[in-house]
């Protein structure tokens, strides 16, 4: 009779079956509880990430920054030598990011190098599905160009060297989170938060 009674209940649905939402919520709770255990500020784990840091990032991915554009009808091939990296400079929310960038124009058998230095300024955002960090909103705040003995009008390579950069910027990010990295695999798991420090990017779970 009990036997019969206990297999009633289980084709019934009697007995108890664990609810989805409360198993993911106490997932995260326990990981939440773990990160803070491995590395906390004011009991909320954080992790970030310097200028030094997305600028090795970014110095890796330098060759994707050269290009073969025109000028006046003339080809010019362009290439950022280096990217320097300022977060959150008077405690902006914003990165600004020191392009140098070189070029040559060929004109009448002749070529004629070009440097040409850049100022821009990006909005950090955290894309959740590829783990990373990308700049968005990206404007060109200053240029200095040393012409290099050229004579010709050479304001639009400012407009072609932010059209490489833009570019490079939408589909390369300047930071993604190390998924080999035990505690970052836990943490990409949880809803994140980003905050800008002058000098670091932070990424803390929205509690």
Known sequence: MLIKTLKGRLNSGFLYQPNKGFTMRFLLLITTLFLTACNSTQGVSVYSFTNAEVESVLAKELPKLSEKVKLMGLPVQLNVNDLSV??????????????????????????????????????????????????????????????????GNIGALDDQAMGVINTFLANNPVYTLNMNDPKMMLLSKLPLDMKISQGAIKLVPRL
């Open 86 to 151: 300022d977060i959150g400079p008077d405690n902006r929310d914003v990165v600004l990011l020191g392009a140098d960038s070189s070029a040559e124009i060929n004109a009448f058998a002749l070529k004629y190098p070009i440097r040409l230095k850049l100022q821009i300024e990006g909005s950090p955002f955290y894309d959740s599905e590829k783990k990373a960090v990308f700049l968005r909103n990206i404007k060109l705040l200053g240029s200095s160009v040393d012409a290099g003995g050229f004579r």
